[in-house]
């Protein structure tokens, strides 16, 4: 009876490894998952700002403008 208890509170505690590592695991995923988004919206900001004031300076500069 001791044994099965051993075994019973083992097989417990190997599930619950599991599943922290699980957490982990999902928990590592999604802040890769918010640093990748976070990078694209940085790089469409930059690249839309630097279009729209490349523009602005084209037509502040443009050639026959009082």
Do not use: S
């Amino acid at each position: 009876m001791v044994r099965y208890q051993r075994g019973q509170m083992r097989q417990q505690q190997e599930l619950a490894q599991m599943q922290d590592t699980a957490q982990q695991q999902a928990l590592a995923a999604a802040l890769v998952a918010q640093e990748d988004e976070r990078q694209r919206i940085a790089a469409e900001l930059h690249d839309g700002v630097g279009t729209i004031l490349a523009l602005a300076k084209l037509h502040l500069y443009a050639p026959g403008r009082p």
